[in-house]
């Protein structure tokens, strides 16, 4: 992080909570609002948006394989 940045996030209760929404934004969505610097910070970014990926891709397929218009319950 910039030294100026830290600074302000350090003094300013609004900068650090907008701070702090952007890191759970990058977190928990993977909204690139924070500059990594890459190597494992970079990697782990990746395996929890492939991860994130793979389980919506499991539930849509649950929720296809209990709707009758799919005709697996028939």
């Known amino acids: ?9 350090m003094t300013d209760d609004v900068a ?7 890191y759970l934004r990058q977190a928990l969505f993977g909204e690139m609002t924070i500059h990594l610097k890459g190597g494992p910070q970079r990697e782990r970014l990746r395996r929890a948006r492939q991860k994130a990926m ?10 296809q394989s209990h709707d009758p218009m799919h005709g697996d319950l028939e």
Request: net charge positive.
């Open 1 to 9: 992080m910039p030294a100026e940045l830290l600074r302000v996030v």
């Open 16 to 22: 650090t909570m907008r701070f702090g929404f952007r």
């Open 54 to 63: 793979d389980a919506e891709a499991r539930a849509r397929n649950i929720a």
